[in-house]
């Protein structure tokens, strides 16, 4: 799709550029961050609407931002600064440089509206390019039109846009509205700008003026309808968030079973809208999956299980844990409880079971690293196997250093390894050593106090305590 030599057929995606409005202020939604960053499953809003864009093929994205945070996230995209937010006409006039210099058509999108889909959007550029439009809104049909621009036509063709707080009372009821989506055409985008003012009830430069400029001076306007009156969903407010998530969960799950993904039920699945699970895994509830998370077929991930950036092999199965920016093999049994923290990478067949805690080290095939360990900073090789209670002694208050486990190790419950050491292909450690030197290939590494029993000493403790408790 990333061409621009004729590619995208004769649609020509690729040589028209793209306005994404973000820098509205968003006090409603009372967050530290900027609006267009709230996530929806996990993914900013703004997210959401960039892959939109290049899903449709469009390489020149230009983001109206007024703040770092969405200056940041729009990484890849040519920047336009909005000092003031006066509304959305004059946030593109903030990109007029952008809009004049990129392609003959341009969409406008709302960065605060995640469903515009790619479908859309090259639907809607059909229609636009089909009429020789000079400009192509795009609408939908909603039962409740309340707080959107509504689409005023007149014998059936666009008229004008009319926001709801200029709206009669016969104009409130009109149940199309604008998704705040719009192909224009370049040249007939830039001879309006100017022309819009901020006469209106919120005082403000209006985009949906331009479109009524337009029509005045006799230019061909029209309405693409959307199919879905999804992609006109916008957020303003945190339960707008809420009723965007409970959206957007329902239309990743059904995507994923339609691929034979299998759930036991939908409670407590989240699942951001890029994850990868193939045919006949198994998610069951409670779990989140977000980031670059992909899980091969057969794995049974959950419940309660929550995969952030984690890639998972096949068969596997990873139960009531949290695992971050990791990789787990196939075959492989993680949890319950068990935590993966950054750049740990279980390999095939291991077990790492309840209260383990990994980070920033490799496990080898086969190995088991069973119960209440802490494995930091370290390589552990195949086939080793991990007593109850081993601890990797990583820090040492000022720096980490790194250990290694040779395969076929095999350390004792409650092993301390003082990190940097090695522990030699096949060595033992005895249970409760502490480790402070390499153990060679082989070795068994004991280093305890002898035990001692003091015959007798107990019996006259014993005697006062039975006595104690008879009272
Ligand atoms: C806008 C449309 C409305 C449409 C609705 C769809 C106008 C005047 N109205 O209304 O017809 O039904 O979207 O969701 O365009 N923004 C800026 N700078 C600004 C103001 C806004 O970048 O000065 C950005 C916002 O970040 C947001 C987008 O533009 O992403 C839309 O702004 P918003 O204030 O939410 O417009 P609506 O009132 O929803
Ligand atoms: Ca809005």
């Avoid at 998530?245 to 809208?273: T, Y």
Wanted: proline fraction near 3%; aromatic fraction near 6%.
């Amino acid at each position: 799709m990333k061409t621009r030599e004729g590619g995208n057929g004769a649609m020509q995606l690729d040589r028209q550029g793209c306005v994404i409005l973000a820098a509205g202020e968003g006090k409603r939604m009372h967050s530290p961050r900027s609006k267009v960053l709230c996530e929806v499953a996990f993914k900013p809003l703004l997210g959401w609407v960039l892959d939109a864009a290049k899903q449709a093929g469009i390489l020149d994205i230009a983001v109206v931002a007024s703040c770092d945070d969405v200056k940041e996230a729009a990484d890849g995209c040519e920047i336009y600064e909005q000092k003031e937010r006066l509304g959305t006409g004059h946030a593109v006039m903030c990109a007029g440089d952008f809009i004049k210099n990129r392609g003959e058509d341009i969409l406008v999108l709302c960065g605060d509206a995640p469903f515009i889909d790619a479908e859309t959007i090259t639907g809607a550029f059909k229609m636009h390019r089909g009429n020789n439009n000079d400009v192509t809104v795009i609408s939908a049909v909603v039962a409740n039109p309340k707080g959107y621009g509504r689409i005023v036509r007149k014998d059936g063709a666009l008229a004008a846009i009319v926001e709801e707080a200029d709206c009669d009372d016969d104009t409130r009821r009109i149940s199309e509205i604008n998704a705040g989506a719009y192909w224009f055409k370049a040249a007939s985008l830039v001879s309006v700008l100017d022309g819009i003012k901020n006469d209106n009830a919120q005082g403000e430069y209006y985009l949906t003026d331009a479109v009524e400029l337009l029509i005045k001076q006799g230019k061909s306007a029209g309405c693409y309808i959307a199919d879905s009156a999804d992609v006109a969903l916008g957020a303003n407010t945190p339960a707008d968030i809420l009723a965007l998530n409970d959206i957007a969960r329902e239309k990743i799950i059904n995507k994923h079973l339609e691929n034979g993904v299998l759930f036991l039920n939908r409670d407590g699945i989240i699942i951001s809208p890029d994850i990868e699970i193939e045919p006949g895994a198994t998610i069951m509830p409670g779990c989140m999956l977000s980031g670059a998370t992909r899980i091969g077929g057969s794995s049974v991930i959950g419940p309660n299980t929550t995969l952030r950036d984690t890639v998972v092999g096949k068969d596997s199965r990873i139960l009531s844990s949290l695992c971050v920016e990791s990789t787990v093999g196939d075959g492989a049994t993680v949890g319950p409880y068990t935590q993966l923290r950054s750049n740990s990478h279980i390999g095939d067949k291991t077990k790492i079971g309840d209260f383990v805690e990994i980070k920033n080290s490799t496990v080898g095939e086969g190995t088991a690293v069973a119960h209440l360990t802490y494995v930091g900073d370290s390589d552990i090789g195949r086939y080793c196997n991990f007593g109850c209670g081993v601890v990797f002694v990583n820090y040492d208050g000022e720096g980490k250093s790194r250990s290694t486990v040779k395969d076929f190790a095999f350390v004792g419950c409650n092993t301390n390894i003082i990190a940097p050491v090695t522990i030699g292909e096949g060595a033992y450690t005895a249970a409760g050593v502490t480790v402070t030197e390499d153990v060679p290939d082989g070795a068994l590494a004991i280093g305890r106090a002898r035990q001692e029993n003091k015959t007798g000493w107990a019996k006259e403790k014993l005697e006062h305590y039975i006595e104690r408790k008879s009272k």
